[in-house]
């Protein structure tokens, strides 16, 4: 009997070792992301123990705290309404969003890269000082990226090809955080309960989530680039060029923009059909590709994707099974297609950065009160979803078309832009969405320009809405 | 010492405390200053001021471990000395978290005193335990009560199923009201059946250790053999229906089961008795709806449905996110938010620990669980006598085993069940039921280390 009891002896042992694991698991190695979860709030209720760090812009806060004389001890405090999509808010009835969130184990001093602040507090009773979170993001970027917006919805995005970093990120509107992070329940409720139900939805951030866009002709970019990498096609392949396209298996037909052919011959080649954004030609091109290698370019630029900037960016889609009518459609970014503007400027980031995508990041470096670096995201390369000279193809293709084709208002006298417009159509009288995304110099790019307006009543084009705000942020590259 | 490897120089460091009384006093005295520091630590951190409340709070369970202690020096000089010393500490912490949780109740306005109720249980408790060693002068006359003890303990786990007196509280049926009191009739019935498994096994062991035919050459036991083990899981399921109780099913048949193995030594028993576990749980999740609930919510717990579910997972992601708020080190007692975990002082008693003593706190806590079953079984192994060996590791593994289904839900390591944390937990059955295990270990070893030293 000895020898059973020793057996159950190591045994329960076992047991315990399992239980061991298990408690290491949830208080070491998954304590960052428990503390993180937005439904939890006991960071937030420590906000009245521990000073939470700032959110720095070019060594600015923008969100930062301060001492007050009320329960709480702190009080959260915005800069303003221009970064309210980039910090969030931080609140103690509503919890918590973007960088505020994401990086709440930061700011609150809780991560276990501060460990030893910690023992320190726990010895020396002094509570722990929360870390200074830097960003990527350019002041004078994203204040001229809300500036050009004006009273517009959307988004404006730029990103630095050669890093990934992120210089400027505006959705419109955007809203008075402050309001938020009221330390009265009722003020707080209130304003949130408000924002939550204007129609103008401002709590959504439009660069990286909410209900994402038709693309349009920058769709092109996606199916040019899977033709080009198909090797079966160049920019003088030949397409037919009329004036109108029965789609297939069905009795509606679909015309270019301007209601006539593309080009002056029979046939139109891709360039002309690219630079001058012909959907009847592209249609043709989708239709030969095929809904596969479609899918297979798309997903290859992160289409379906979800990515940590590090707020999640909603994966963007690429419709399935569809039938070859649905294909011609989805071409020119019609039908099912749906992006977000991160979406877009990854992909011309990929063009413009040589076929290499990477990681689009926020977050410069984090800094603890004692000025000890705590972390500093290095770039990291998403992908490679095209070729060098693809990249180069398309990168001439799109100069042209600012330079003599449809996004023409994107040009900056003195420096070479390339560009690609689009207008998106949402259904049979609703209006349109404009798109603008380029980057310059053309040569040797230095800052990738995505830009998203919803539109209005009136009808006008990307390039008439979008392309000069995406043309007043690449100016600053000059 | 030199040429030894850890295992077998931690078990002889264990062993090597000497089993003195005296030794016992100072543990003890150490256990109460502990207590004392946390205590008034909590006190400080929550209301800024330190007062002579505490000591209504630390006086009694000091006073009542050294009766407990003088209880032992006359009546069980040569019982194993470190089990009190730890049950007293654990008891001890469980007394400051249920106060320091009163006291966050207090500040948000609601008046509570689960301390104070505690701090009398666990007096109650200790005094019955210490009754039971005084008059108990050797457990071998527990051998002769082995089916009485069975039908008693079988009645005890149908009190609650009775109209007037059985009371339903948060979907499981394991209570019974008197006026006022709410009694778990369970935990004594599983001290019942502990000393009916050791009595019926000690009985049947050779029959049972009997191998029958070969098949597949692995040696299964006659058919017969297995009418027991078959019968037992049957009675757990019914508990599992009845009581809709999936942690003292869980229990009691597992229970069961460990005392069958190190009866006959057959692991046989212990492949098909597991078999049998994950056979019924799966079925029960299946057919009963509130078991299929549990495991999703175990499988599932940050999906917002079952987050906000009635029934949800809600009580274990607020636990999880507290934990994890503790991290390594522990907010502080006093330091963090256990009260925003429902149940904390019950159910949920070992997250609030997690808590505000950190994955240091856990490590601390789960070893003297594991040193409590570690010395059981010991003495389990030192007793020449089967009945009294099997007696010992049945009661060792309860404490063992409780931890497990307990902890081990609070972890997300198994489905949460509705078990009592041994000692630490809120509530005066529990407490009963370990203290009176505690009495009949240390019981047992004084009879074990007497036939040594003869």
Partial sequence: ?478 | MSNMSLTQALPRLINSVPRSRSMEAVLLFWVAGMHAFQLAQIQLSATDNLDEQILLYWTPLFLASFVFHMVLRFKAKAADSLLLPLATLLNGLGISMIYRLDLAEAARGNEQLLGMRQVWLTLFAMAVAALVLWVLKNHMTLKRFTYIAMAAGILTLLLPMLPVIGAEINGARLWIRLGELTFQPGEIAKLLLVIFFAGYLTKHRDSLSLIGKKIWGVRIPRARDLGPLLLVWVASLGVLVLQRDLGTSLLYFGIFLALLYVATGRGFYAAIGIGMIITGGLVASQLLSYVGNRFDSWLNPFVQENYTGVGGSYQLVQGLFGMAHGGILGAGLGGGYPQLVPLAANDFIFAAVAEELGLVGVFAVLSIYLLITYRGLRIAISHRDDFSRLLAAGLSFVIALQVFIVVGGVLRLVPLTGLTTPFLAAGGSSLLANWLVIALLLRISDSANKQVIQ
């Fill in chain 1, 1 to 478: 009997m000895s020898k059973s009891i020793r057996r159950l002896t190591s045994f329960i042992l076992l047991m315990f070792i399992a239980l061991f694991a298990f408690a290491t698991n949830i208080q070491v190695f998954q304590a960052d992301a428990l503390v993180g979860d937005g439904r939890n709030v006991r960071a937030s209720y420590d906000s009245y123990k521990t000073l939470r760090g700032s959110i720095l812009v070019e060594s600015t806060p923008v969100a930062s705290s301060y001492e007050v004389d009320d329960n709480f001890r702190y009080q959260r405090e915005y800069e303003s309404e221009i970064y309210s999509h980039l910090t969030g808010y931080f609140s103690l009835f509503q919890g918590s969003t973007a960088i505020e969130r994401e990086m709440s184990n930061f700011l609150s001093g809780q991560s276990s890269a501060q460990f030893f602040d910690q023992i320190n507090a726990v010895l020396s009773g002094t509570p722990i000082s929360g870390a200074n979170v830097e960003l990527t993001i350019d002041d004078g970027l994203q204040r001229a990226a809300w500036d050009a917006l004006g009273s517009s919805r959307g988004a404006v995005i730029a990103i630095d090809p050669r890093t990934g970093d992120i210089k400027a990120l505006v959705s419109k509107p955007g809203f008075d955080a402050n309001l938020l992070a009221s330390h009265s329940f009722s003020s707080s409720s209130s304003a949130y309960e408000e924002l939550l139900t204007d129609e103008a939805a401002p709590l959504i951030n439009r660069a990286i989530t909410g209900d994402q866009y038709h693309p349009g002709s920058v769709f092109k970019m996606v199916v040019a680039a899977a033709a080009l990498e198909s090797g079966n096609f160049t920019p003088e392949s030949e397409f037919e060029d009329s004036d109108s396209l029965r789609l297939p298996g069905s009795i509606s037909s679909i015309s270019n923009a301007s209601d006539t052919t593309c080009g002056d011959g029979e046939t139109v080649t891709l360039r002309t059909a690219f630079v001058k954004s012909c959907n009847i030609p592209f249609a043709e091109l989708g239709m030969q590709l095929g809904e596969n290698e479609l899918r297979v370019q798309s997903e290859l630029f992160g289409i379906g994707r979800s990515v940590e900037i590090p707020m999640s960016v909603s994966p963007s889609t690429f419709p399935q099974d569809m039938t070859e009518a649905q294909v011609a459609l989805s071409s020119f970014g019609q039908f099912n297609v749906r992006m977000t503007p991160m979406q877009v400027a990854m992909i011309t980031s990929a063009i413009a950065n040589q076929g290499v995508i990477y990681t689009p990041q926020l977050i410069d470096r984090v800094v603890s009160n004692n000025l000890e670096l705590l972390s500093e995201p290095s770039p990291q390369v998403f992908g490679s979803p095209i070729s060098q000279s693809t990249a180069g193809i398309l990168t001439q293709m799109m100069f042209e078309s600012v330079e003599i084709g449809s996004s023409g208002n994107a040009k900056i006298p003195g420096m070479a832009v390339a560009g690609k417009t689009g207008t998106a159509e949402n259904g049979f009288g609703d209006p349109f969405t404009y798109w603008f995304t380029g980057f310059a110099p053309a040569e040797n790019p230095d800052l990738v320009v995505t830009v998203v307006v919803e539109g209005d009543s009136q009808a006008r084009t990307g390039n008439t809405v979008a392309a000069p705000i995406g043309k007043r942020l690449l100016e600053s590259v000059r």
